[in-house]
Structure formats: C-alpha cells, structure tokens
C-alpha cells in the first residue's frame, strides 16, 4: 500500500479540486454543481462502499482498486479515464484524498482480493453449461436472456444511494464498465458490485462462475470494440489551396483524422463513443471537420419539442494549455468561474431551416421571402427564422448555467453539415483573426486545448444532456 505523506495529500486536494470537484462534489457526497446532467449519478465517496473491488463483497477496496477505477474511467458513465492526464503520483494522491471522505478506511482494513488465476480455458461445454447456469440463476430478470439489459426488473432497479441504475447490453464490449475480458467478468460474478442490485455469486462454484463467464464472454460482440484516446494531440494540417466549409471537399481527403473518445453524460444503450476529428489550416483560415455516426438523423426545424442532432467545439481561452498539466484549465464540462471557454455550435435543424429557406427561394423564384415566410397561408414551414443563415452559433460559457451567444455582429463562424448512409458529417471554419477576445486565438507555435460534444436528438438529448470528450491537445503548426 502506498504511504499517505502529507505532502502527497496536497497533490491529492489540488487534484481533487479541480478535476473531481465538479462532480464529486467539494465534501465527496456525489452531488457535484454537474450532477443534474449526470446519469448514473458521480459516487457519494462518504459511505466507502465502491463498486468496483478485487476484494469480495463487503469489503473496502484495495487502494489499487481505486486507482484503476481513477486511470481507466468508466464507460458507459460520465467518469473519465484520467491516465491521459495526471501522473501517477497525481493518481495515488487523489486515492488517498478520496479515502478521506469516508471513516470507514480508518477503521477497517480491505479484505485480501478474489483469487482469479489461473483461467480455465473456454469450451463449447463449458459455455453451453455457463448459458444452463444463466437461465437457472435468473440472470435475465434484470439482463434479459438475450443479454441486451432488458429484464423485466431492469426499468426499476435502485442502488444503495437511491439512484436508478441503468443496465447496460452485455453483448456490447463498449458498455462494460470493468472490462469486457474473462477476468474482469469473473471477477463482476465473484465480488459483485457493491452498491448496486449485482450481488456476487458466491453461492455457486468457483467452476459455475466460470462457465458463466465463458458463456457471457461468448455473447461478446468483440468486433465492435472502438477503441479511441481518451485524451490525445492531434495535428493541424497546413494545406497550400483554399479552404471552405464543404463537408465533401476532396481536401480532406488528405487531412489525418483522430478519433476521440466520448462519453455519455446521461446512459443509454450504444452510445456515440467516438468523434473522428481533422483540421486544416492556411494563411487565412481554419476548418474542423467532425464526423460521427449515428444511424437516425434528427434534423426537423417543424416542431419545438423535437431533439434535433448537434455537435459543439470548446475551446479553452487564455494559457490554460501552457499549465495544462498543472491543472489551470477549465472544466471539460462547460468551463468555470474565471476560466471561460469558447462554443462553436452547430444544429441540425438549422442547417434543414436553411436549406428549407433556399428551396423555397428557388421554387418561387423571386417572391419577397419575408412575405413567404410571415405571409400566413401561403407558409409551410411555421418557425423559419428568415435571419438565420449559417447553421452555426458562436457562444462563451465560464459554468453550467453561463452559456450565451456572442452577439450578432462578433458571430464569425461558418459551418455546414450533411447526414450520408449513418454519418453526420460537420465542417466549422473560421477565418484566424479575431472580432473580440473571447474568441479563441489560433497561433503557429501555440496550442490549444479543444473538447467536444455531440447531442443525439434520438436519445432526447438537449442542453447538458449529451456526449462529451475531455480536453485534447490541438498542436498548431511550427
Ligand atoms: C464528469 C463527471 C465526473 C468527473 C469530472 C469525475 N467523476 Fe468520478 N465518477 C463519475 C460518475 C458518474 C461515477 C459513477 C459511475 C457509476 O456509478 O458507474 C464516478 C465514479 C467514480 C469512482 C468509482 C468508485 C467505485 O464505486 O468503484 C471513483 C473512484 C471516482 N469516480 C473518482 C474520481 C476522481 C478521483 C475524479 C477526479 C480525478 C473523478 N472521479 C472525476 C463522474 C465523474
Ligand atoms: C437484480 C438484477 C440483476 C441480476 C439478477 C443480475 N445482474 Fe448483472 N448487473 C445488474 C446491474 C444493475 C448491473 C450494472 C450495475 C452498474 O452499472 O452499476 C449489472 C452488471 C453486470 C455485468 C457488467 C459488469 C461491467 O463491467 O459493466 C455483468 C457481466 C453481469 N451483470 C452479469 C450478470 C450475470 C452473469 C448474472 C447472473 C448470475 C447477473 N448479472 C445477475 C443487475 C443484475
């Protein structure tokens, strides 16, 4: 175990407060100033139960447990992998500090952890008998027997904080909070997670667990793993002709993508988990161009109560990237007090309104929109906006709760976007000067820290409710 020195309890205090704080909340009771858009909610770290144990049920986690937890993140969840970001000493530190919200680890010790070696090896017997276990022990009053998370217990399960829990399609490699490999799911079936309404399956063999296991692990869609960097540096790349904000320019044909990854801020069932993200810059002019897949396009501009689909940049504004690492950046989330972030937004109901607008113009061939457009009767769409003509909106927000629109005459970003065969695909640009200063500088030399989210109109997304990334390292050209 690591020693707790006060010195790396420092460390551990000025991570915690600004890169958990947010929500874990300052006394470590969950309740973070994110936490309305947060679903499953942060961990109230004040009882000192944890979900995710090698030691069995019951117990305190080892300090290792925790760190895991803290490097790996959790998918499916809004908790990031922080192993990109902090050093592990940064890492042991916040271990320590996060034991201090709760008295349990003063006064009880962790078990020894669940023996998992050696792994049996899988057979077409071990599985079929792991899939008998699977429908005798019920595990699909809550999975569902296609493993998919729909049992008929699944929609009213509580945990011991009171919170609805989600369950996840365990065919999906992606949704596995823990790990999707034949340790990590025996080791799910031995120690349960705490907390929550999965118990450990103690009451059966060592070999029944492993049966099960290979039968889970066998319903394993492994193929649509999508690995991507939870924080990564991406290039901008110079290029000599023009630049526009063409989605299908052969341009980008060239340009080298990244894939990000994303996290859902509120659970559901296949999540966008990646942005593939490019950028080209010349001696004018910047372009992003974001792509991400989603096979249901919601792009109506018809209805106010409609999710439309959407996709932002965050940039962080001033020198946070210089001290990146000694944690002065704003929160990935929306920015905080005194650390503003620019938006760059796109809509896809803007880009239909416009492209409405455009069609009607052309039908009717010289007919004074505006009389179109109010003129009663003669109009067809209701909530054409006559004065929007770019599909994008520039924003600064330093909090949840301080979003706002930079006013009309500073706007300077264009953007289109366009949905083919499941892939919206996004491009924003903008020339390199700036009309104010809370637009974000780009620089030879100098790099920038961006971040991104993704609104899905078919999973109700809308406002804090979304997917986002953490903050990237965008390198400008020498
Ligand atoms: C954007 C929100 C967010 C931030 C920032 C965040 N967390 Fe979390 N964290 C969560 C959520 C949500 C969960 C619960 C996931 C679940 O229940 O499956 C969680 C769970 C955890 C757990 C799991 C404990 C267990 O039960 O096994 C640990 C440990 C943890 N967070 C530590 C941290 C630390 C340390 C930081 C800062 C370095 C941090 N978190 C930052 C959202 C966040
Ligand atoms: C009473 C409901 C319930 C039953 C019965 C149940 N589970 Fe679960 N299980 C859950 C919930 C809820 C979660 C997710 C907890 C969370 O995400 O915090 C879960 C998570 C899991 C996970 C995913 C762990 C990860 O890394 O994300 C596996 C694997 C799993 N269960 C297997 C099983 C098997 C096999 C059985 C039968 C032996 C079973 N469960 C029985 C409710 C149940």
Redesign the pocket.
């Given at each position: 175990m690591e020693a707790m020195s006060a010195e790396k309890n420092t460390l551990g205090a000025t991570v915690y407060k600004h890169m958990c704080i947010y929500c874990h909340g300052a006394d470590g009771n969950g309740g973070g100033k994110a936490v309305d858009y947060l679903y499953?909610w942060p961990r109230d770290f004040r009882t000192g139960i944890y979900?995710r144990r090698s030691t069995p049920s019951g117990s305190l986690p080892l300090d290792s447990d925790i760190y895991n937890t803290i490097a790996e993140g959790i998918?499916?969840t809004g908790m990031p992998a922080w192993k990109d970001s902090l050093t592990s000493e940064e890492i042991w530190g916040v271990v320590q500090y996060i034991k201090g919200f709760s008295d349990r680890f003063l006064n009880d010790k962790p078990a020894l952890a669940v023996q998992v070696d050696p792994i049996p090896q899988a057979t077409p017997e071990s599985i079929a008998l792991g899939e008998k276990?699977?429908r005798e022990?019920?595990?699909s009053?809550?999975?569902g027997s296609d493993l998919k998370g729909r049992?008929e217990?699944?929609y009213d399960?509580f945990?011991i904080w009171d919170h609805k829990?989600?369950?996840?399609d365990?065919t999906n490699p992606n949704?596995?909070?823990?790990?999707?490999d034949q340790k990590?799911?025996y080791l799910?079936?031995t120690a349960g997670?705490d907390?929550?309404?999965?118990?450990a399956?103690t009451h059966?063999t060592d070999e029944e667990r492993w049966n099960?296991?290979h039968?889970?692990h066998s319903q394993i869609q492994g193929d649509k793993f999508e690995p991507a960097g939870f924080e990564i540096s991406m290039n901008v790349t110079t290029v000599e002709g023009e630049i526009d904000f063409d989605p299908e320019n052969p341009i980008w044909e060239k340009i080298p993508a990244h894939a990000v990854h994303t996290l859902p801020l509120s659970a559901r069932n296949n999540p966008v988990n990646r942005i593939k993200v490019q950028t080209a810059v010349n001696d004018e002019a910047i372009a992003f161009r974001l792509q991400w897949s989603d096979p249901n396009p919601d792009r109506s501009s018809t209805r106010h109560e409609d999710f439309k689909d959407a996709v932002a940049i965050e940039f962080a504004l001033g020198d946070a990237v210089l001290h990146k690492h000694g944690h002065s950046e704003p929160f990935f989330g929306m920015g905080n007090r005194a650390k503003v972030v620019n938006i760059w937004q796109w809509r896809a109901d803007w880009q239909t309104e416009i492209e409405t607008k455009k069609k009607l113009e052309y039908a009717t061939d010289g007919i004074d929109l505006d009389v179109m457009i109010f003129g009663g009767e003669v109009n067809p769409v209701d909530s054409l906006n006559p004065f929007r003509d770019v599909p994008v909106e520039e924003m600064n927000a330093e909090g949840f709760g301080t979003l706002t629109p930079q006013p009309q005459t500073k706007q300077n970003i264009l953007g289109k976007g366009v949905w083919k065969d499941g892939i919206w695909t996004v491009v924003f640009y903008r020339t390199l000067e700036t009309l104010n200063k809370w637009d974000i500088v780009f620089q030879n030399e100098r790099p920038v820290l961006i971040a991104f989210a993704i609104w899905d109109g078919s999973n109700q997304d809308r406002n804090g409710r979304k997917v986002i990334s953490m903050w990237q390292k965008l390198e400008m050209p020498n």
């Open positions: 499953p979900k998918s499916g276990i699977y022990t019920q595990c009053k809550c999975h049992g217990l699944a399960l945990d829990v989600f369950v996840y365990l949704a596995y909070k823990y790990g999707f990590d799911i799910t079936l997670l907390g929550t309404p999965m118990k399956y059966l099960l296991t039968y889970v």
